[in-house]
């Protein structure tokens, strides 16, 4: 199987981040990344430190849904160096029948821990 392009997945990325309220796109730590009110939601990472990955990293509630994720579907989900003890899991993005519609859902669970509470409700 084959990879997805990364440039046509983070155009894919990009438009379902950007298409959340009040969501805005920096670089952090050399990577596209994606907030909601001054807070990070989303990071796009492609052979990160050689990695081999083009993923997603995307907020949960916590280890135990890290570990439940990872657990159901690990060809989709991994445990992130750096990140994921603060709750991050990545979300691969590599397969070219990526299930849009699964990556929307987890970016919208992402950015509602991220938002207000003025907006999380959304």
Same mark, same amino acid.
């Given at each position: 199987?084959?990879?997805?392009?990364?440039?046509?997945? /983070? #155009?894919?990325? @990009?438009? #379902?981040? *950007?298409?959340l309220p009040e969501t805005?796109? @920096? &670089?952090?730590?050399?990577?596209?990344?994606?907030?909601?009110?001054? %807070?990070? +939601?989303? =990071? +796009?990472?492609?052979?990160?430190?050689?990695?081999?990955?083009?993923?997603?990293? $995307?907020?949960?509630?916590? @280890? !135990?849904?890290? !570990?439940? /994720? &990872?657990? #159901?579907d690990p060809e989709l =989900?991994?445990?992130?160096?750096?990140?994921?003890?603060?709750?991050?899991?990545? /979300?691969? *993005?590599? !397969?070219? !029948?990526l299930d849009w519609d699964? $990556?929307?859902?987890? *970016? *919208?669970?992402?950015? @509602?821990?991220?938002?207000? %509470?003025?907006?999380? #409700?959304?």
């Amino acid at each position: 199987m084959l990879a997805a392009d990364p440039e046509a997945v /983070l #155009a894919r990325l @990009r438009a #379902a981040c *950007l298409a959340l309220p009040e969501t805005g796109e @920096r &670089i952090s730590h050399g990577s596209p990344a994606f907030d909601v009110a001054g %807070k990070m +939601f989303c =990071y +796009f990472w492609h052979n990160h430190h050689g990695d081999g990955l083009t993923a997603a990293c $995307v907020k949960t509630a916590g @280890r !135990d849904e890290q !570990d439940l /994720l &990872i657990e #159901a579907d690990p060809e989709l =989900y991994s445990w992130l160096p750096y990140l994921g003890p603060s709750g991050w899991i990545g /979300l691969s *993005l590599a !397969d070219p !029948d990526l299930d849009w519609d699964h $990556v929307e859902a987890r *970016l *919208l669970s992402s950015w @509602r821990l991220a938002a207000p %509470k003025r907006l999380a #409700a959304i």
